[in-house]
């Protein structure tokens, strides 16, 4: 994880000392919220998602370079086993690729790589505890209100992500769970807005 961060900080580093830069701070948010009931015991189930994710880029061309930090949280709660609560963290770098079209819309393609960790706990007591990388493409549309503002959406994401989990209370149940898919639920919509400032536009 250190040797990732390290390089991130050489990675961003390097577009900071570029003359005349055009950079780009923004971020995406996301919420999904499901609520079933059992029938016919009457039990409910309500998971509530949320998705914050700040960023800060560098504009070269058609393309973006950057930093983002991914911020998930997501609530379960059981009529019969109480709360349980998930909070992860992820730091990653980006290469995006605009399409813009002369009526300032377009799409976009953002590859991700980086690190993974968090943890969860029952009634505000932990149980498991993350640690993991990814990495992963998803797509976009973008929108730009003036030669600075826009606003942007994106809806899933193809990724693969590789998560260790640890038991604070009993190190027998550990284990590496990894995935690869397409992902399609709705924690994978985002909406955001950006912002670019210091140079002249590269939209």
Not at 133 to 150: Q, W
Not at 167 to 179: A, K, R, Y
Request: proline share 2%; charged share 15%; glycine share 12%.
């Amino acid at each position: 994880m250190k040797k990732i961060l390290v390089i991130t900080a050489l990675f961003l580093l390097t577009f900071i000392t570029v003359s005349h830069a055009q950079f780009v701070i923004g971020g995406n948010i996301g919420f999904s919220a499901n609520n079933t009931k059992a029938e016919p015991t009457g039990d409910t189930h309500k998971i509530t998602t949320i998705n914050m994710v700040p960023r800060f880029g560098y504009i070269f061309g058609d393309n973006w370079a950057g930093i983002e930090v991914g911020i998930n949280s997501s609530t379960h709660e059981n009529t019969d086993l109480g709360k349980d609560k998930t909070n992860l963290t992820t730091i990653a770098p980006f290469f995006r690729h605009n399409f813009i079209n002369a009526n300032n819309m377009g799409v976009w393609l953002e590859a991700q790589a980086g690190v993974v960790f968090g943890k969860s706990d029952q009634d505000g007591t932990d149980y498991a505890k993350y640690t993991g990388f990814g990495a992963g493409i998803r797509p976009g549309v973008i929108f730009y209100v003036t030669e600075s503002l826009s606003f942007e959406a994106s809806f899933g994401r193809l990724a693969f992500r590789q998560m260790k989990n640890a038991n604070p209370n009993d190190s027998s149940i550990n284990s590496t769970n990894s995935e690869f898919g397409l992902n399609l639920n709705g924690d994978t919509f985002l909406f955001g807005v950006n912002y670019s400032f210091g140079g002249a536009s590269e939209k």
